[in-house]
């Protein structure tokens, strides 16, 4: 190593920035939705709220060893099984770890909608990708 010159040591190349970051605002059911989706490394960050808070927060991820992606609570209520579901259809669809904060009532009954707007939005990234 004494001999070797700095630049045979440490190779810096300029990379593309892997995050991206999509707010926007959608009626679902005639009903404003705030959607936030952060596209990462193989991975997606998504919140979908009515009002701007995190109530919960939920990752799953494919594994080799079930068809169904592993799914664990990381913030809020341990029943907030809305969230862990859209979370596992999510990442089931897509392939890969998906963080899902979905502050929606129950009531509203729209989380169906809202993951069809996600999905959707997604699908249009990686069609650019493609370009």
Excluded at 44 to 61: E, F, H, K, R, S
Excluded at 97 to 107: A, D, L
Aim: aromatic share 8%; net charge negative; hydrophobic share 40%.
């Amino acid at each position: 190593l004494k001999n070797m010159e700095a630049q045979d040591v440490l190779k810096i190349e300029p990379c593309e920035p892997s995050l991206n970051v999509d707010v926007f605002e959608e009626n679902c059911s005639g009903v404003p939705f705030f959607f936030q989706i952060i596209t990462l490394d193989n991975s997606y960050y998504v919140w979908v709220g009515l009002t701007p808070q995190l109530d919960n927060l939920a990752m799953a991820m494919p594994t080799r060893f079930n068809e169904v992606p592993s799914v664990v609570n990381l913030r809020g209520p341990a029943d907030a099984d809305n969230v862990n579901m859209m979370a596992q259809r999510l990442s089931k669809r897509l392939g890969c770890q998906c963080f899902v904060s979905c502050s929606i009532p129950n009531e509203v009954g729209s989380h169906h909608v809202v993951e069809k707007v996600v999905i959707k939005r997604i699908t249009s990234y990686k069609k650019e990708e493609e370009k």
